[in-house]
């Protein structure tokens, strides 16, 4: 406040309304192999739909990647998605194909490859068709976009309500006979994206060939900016050698060369190579490793024979330095499917993985339903692992056991391929693997809450480790607003009256059994004021999960009181 010189009243706000925010602890991370989508770029999806629509549904290369990646959208509704590819390339229309992986890629790289190739690498891309009309175009009513075979009128009347023309921008320029607009079609050639030949997956209506056109809401309507910005299917590569005067503006050119027929373009040389390397997919991971930058909570991979252990420990990594957030990692599918010792097998897996307290492992594959071809498949359990974590985040909260009857439930299985008994349960259980088993009458269950650390400790529990990141993530970022402000007794206090209230909420919803804040003259001395430091203690009891129950039932002679053999 500055000082008054003269007499006055000078108003002043004070905020005294900050709180601990809410935090995210539900989100999922994975990096892995899929048909269709951009390569090396961060994508969320919500639903296993949303998946399938951004990144193609399933063949049997990326099958184990995709089931995997849905199943833990079977629990929760929010997964950051990174594509990975090896030796893939996109569909072109003179067919040389090219490698563009995502729209940054586009804009840095140069094309030589006809008028226009596909959005995304893969061989779906050779089943797009681009149908492009222009003003000139002859007998509009009667023009196909695909030829069938079996009669069918394929007519671009169908799609747009009448003949290109000349734009409105053109004529509130006064150039009323320019002839700019054309309409651009996306077409399903061979079906292999949508499930039936000849389906139209876009249509843009419409659009000019002058660079300077505008919408009227003074969007762009330059037919090159409509479709790079809003195709999910195609990019614009070049102009069709037809259009000479394409990408003029419409000052330059009171009339634009049209044609009399359909320019269409069968984009071809799109390929895939759907067996990323481990190096590949530990690349694909790197994207989510920044914490400041990116919001993730449960990272997850596809367990692959050739560099699981690898993959594993580059997961463990990433959670250990970011520090709030959990990787869940199964052991390798042949581990458990058709081998003679899986117990031993699993076992001799989670040995060789790094102790850590932000790391989980489960003990099977499971056989799951492969509707999009129909088949059954193995695939790794570590999706279902970390979406019960996103349920009980739903259905209780972070510091809730995953595991159990209650919430413990995995949803879509079909069978194990190792259900382990007692005997088993106890190697696993002591080589640091969540058991999976399936219970007759009781469904298929998380059987365990540990995580891979190897001492014991409070933190060798699921619960108690997200617990901990829950309360880390929300005090931290509140303590921001603590920044750059004096470390006097006023700050210390605003801090306590911040932290305080959010842990006996935590206390009420079960959480913590007690709690404590230090932050006073005791622990921030006159040295740590001096260099500029403030220092906060919180101690707190986390509430433990049930991992053992002991039941005793004693029978009594008739004549006994309960209270001669119970001490009560």
Known sequence: MAFQVSPGVQVQEIDATNVVPAVSTSIGGFAGSFNWGPVDEIVTVSSENELAAKFGTPDDSTAKHFLVAASFLKYGNALKVVRVASGHENATSDGSGQLIKNDEDYDNSSLSVGSWIAKHPGVLGNSIKVGLVTAGVSNFSTIQYLTSSDGTKYLYSSIFDSIPGTSEYASNLGKTSAADEVHVVVIDEDGAISGEVGTVLESFGYLSQASDAKKSDGSSNYYKDVINQQSAYIYWAAHDTNLTDAGET???????????????????????????????????????????????????????????EAIAEDLISIASSRKDCMAFVSPPIEDTVGSSTPAADVKTFADGLTSSSYASCDSTALYVYDKYNDVYRWIGAAGHQAGLCANTDNVADAWFSPAGVNRGQLLGV??????????????????????????????????????????????????????????????STA???????????????????????????????????????????????????DGNKFVADIFVKPARSINFISLSFVATRSGVEFSEISGS
């Open 250 to 308: 419409v000052s330059a050119n009171t009339t634009f060369v049209t044609s009399t027929t359909a320019l269409t373009s069968s984009l071809s040389g799109g390929s895939d190579d759907n067996t990323p390397t481990t190096g590949e997919i530990a690349l694909g991971f790197d994207l989510l490793e920044d914490s400041e930058t990116e919001d993730v909570n449960l990272l997850f991979a596809a367990p692959d024979a050739n560099g699981e």
């Open 414 to 475: 079909t069978k194990l391929a190792f259900n382990p008994k007692k005997a088993d349960r106890d190697t696993l259980y002591k080589a640091r693997v969540n058991p999976i088993v399936s219970l007759p009458g009781q469904g298929t269950i998380l059987f365990g809450d540990k995580t891979l650390l190897s001492r014991p400790s409070s933190f060798d529990r699921i619960n108690v480790r997200r617990l901990f990141i829950t309360l880390e993530k929300a005090i």
């Open 479 to 529: 303590a921001k607003a603590q920044l750059f402000e004096f470390n006097d007794e006023f700050t210390r206090a605003q801090f306590r009256n911040l932290v305080e209230p959010f842990l006996r909420d935590v206390k009420g919803r079960r959480g913590l059994t007690d709690f404590l804040v230090v932050c006073d003259n005791t622990n921030n001395t006159q040295a740590v004021i």
